[in-house]
Nanobody, 127 residues
């Protein structure tokens, strides 16, 4: 069973930065596709960034150039560096994982493609 625990959320003003971390169980980070999703009140959960377990990375258009997804295999953690935050980034942020194949595997970006989820961490950006 894969367990995911997010941390690093909080309240910041527009233009500020936050760094989210997802602590994963076992060898999840080095063995699974992983992604960050977010869900604002009244909206669908959407992909923010996703990574296969190699160099494949995809970002939502709304966060390109501002957010960076990365892995710390030694700490078995998935990270999301968020810069130049905007009020529209306000949401609950979730870490997700699923098994994936080799380096050519396209990072999944649909909610239903992921099997394991964390409980989420709240990010609030004020104007």
């Amino acid at each position: 069973q894969v367990q995911l625990v997010e941390s690093g959320g909080g309240s910041v003003q527009a233009g500020g930065s936050l760094r989210l971390s997802c602590a994963a169980s076992r060898n999840t980070v080095s063995s699974y596709c992983m992604g960050w999703f977010r869900q604002a009140p009244g909206k669908e959960r959407e992909a923010v960034a996703a990574n296969n377990r190699y160099e494949g990375i995809v970002y939502a258009d709304s966060v390109k150039g501002r957010f960076t997804i990365s892995r710390d295999n030694a700490k078995n953690a998935l990270l999301l560096q968020m810069n130049d935050l905007k009020p529209e980034d306000t949401a609950m942020y979730y870490c997700a994982a699923r098994w994936c194949g080799g380096s050519s595997w396209v990072p999944p970006t649909l909610r239903e493609e992921y099997e394991y989820w964390g409980q989420g961490t709240q990010v609030t950006v004020s104007s």
